[in-house]
């Protein structure tokens, strides 16, 4: 699976922006698919990941309730609507493809795509 990542940009705090991952290959449908980013100095963390038919999603508690994922399998598309966004968002954001168990960590994905930078200015 390839991954391509775009949307990404800068914004205002409160903003809104919406990333979208393409993915090419076949087999992309029975992937779990997740987003993760990477602010400068810091490790790349987990923010939110689908299951692969869509119906479970999981997000990090600091982006609850802002932050919402969402896949089409028919297009091999996954999107990541951002609302209400922080300076603390800012970010290089990742998807990643899952072929089962580790959500969470960075492990359990076999796939990157290369990764679009968020700003969010104060």
């Known amino acids: 699976v390839q991954l391509q990542a775009s949307g990404g940009g800068l914004v205002q705090t409160g903003g809104s922006l919406r990333l979208s991952c393409a993915a090419s290959?076949?087999?992309?449908?029975?992937?779990?698919m997740g987003w993760f980013r990477q602010a400068p100095g810091k490790e790349r963390e987990f923010v939110t990941t689908i299951t692969w038919r869509g119906g479970v999603t999981y997000y990090a508690d600091s982006v609850k309730g802002r932050l919402t994922i969402s896949r089409d399998n028919a297009k091999n598309t996954v999107t990541l609507q951002m609302n209400s966004l922080k300076p603390e968002d800012t970010a290089v954001y990742y998807c990643?493809?899952?072929?089962?168990?580790?959500?969470?960590?960075?492990?359990?994905?076999?796939?990157w795509g290369q990764g679009t930078l968020v700003t969010v200015s104060s």
């Open positions: 290959g076949r087999t992309f449908s029975i992937y779990n």
């Open positions: 990643a493809a899952n072929p089962g168990g580790g959500l969470y960590s960075v492990e359990g994905y076999d796939y």
